[in-house]
């Protein structure tokens, strides 16, 4: 093992010297201009009012096809399956419209603008952290009755066609529930960079 030589070049208080120098230095403060931010504001809340958009289209269609489903049907279970399924996706639209509708309030100062901004990013930001809650539990009981009405009726033959549904159903909740979690953590990393 070869030891180090004695240089001027080496000199172990360099690396602290250099960093104390860089934590030293002043901070250069950059701000957003108000074209910036209300930029940013508008279009997230598009992002929000097209988000919104697609969900209550989705829930016509859900209550579109399940009630077709109920009223061609003589089955009760079935058709209470398809009710729930509809409450559920009506309980859903109520809850986006009366917690996370756009917002397409002007702001006059940089400082409005930028408390307008942090306060939508952090009720989607809930909202997508708890969707759980009010997405996948509402419509969790039409999943179920709906399923089970569907496949008491199999033959003993055919029963892992229930497996295969249900675990179906399941990998769909898990994935809205990790994207919404994902899109929950990129609305706080948006809220930091604003904060910063």
């Not at 058709?79 to 002007?106: E, K, P, T, W």
């Amino acid at each position: 093992m070869t030891e180090m030589p004695d240089s001027p070049e080496f000199d172990d208080s360099k690396p602290v010297a250099l960093q104390a120098l860089w934590q030293d230095q002043p901070m250069e403060m950059t701000t957003m201009s108000l074209q910036a931010l209300h930029t940013r504001a508008t279009r997230f809340q598009s992002t929000v009012f097209w988000r919104n958009a697609r969900e209550y289209a989705a829930s016509l269609l859900v209550a579109v096809i399940f009630g077709a489903f109920a009223l061609g049907s003589d089955d009760l279970l079935f058709q209470l399956g398809c009710g729930l399924m509809i409450a559920g996706s009506a309980f859903v639209c109520l809850f986006i419209y009366r917690n996370g509708r756009a917002d397409r309030r002007g702001a006059a100062t940089t400082e409005d603008c930028l408390n307008f901004h942090r306060q939508a990013l952090i009720r989607q930001s809930r909202m997508l952290r708890y969707v759980w809650l009010w997405y996948l539990l509402p419509m969790l009981p039409g999943t179920v009755v709906f399923l089970w009405a569907t496949d008491r009726s199999l033959p003993a033959d055919q029963a892992w066609r229930s497996v295969v549904s249900a675990g179906f159903v399941v990998l769909v909740f898990v994935g809205v529930a990790a994207l919404n979690a994902w899109g929950a953590r990129c609305l706080d990393r948006e809220l930091a960079r604003l904060e910063a």
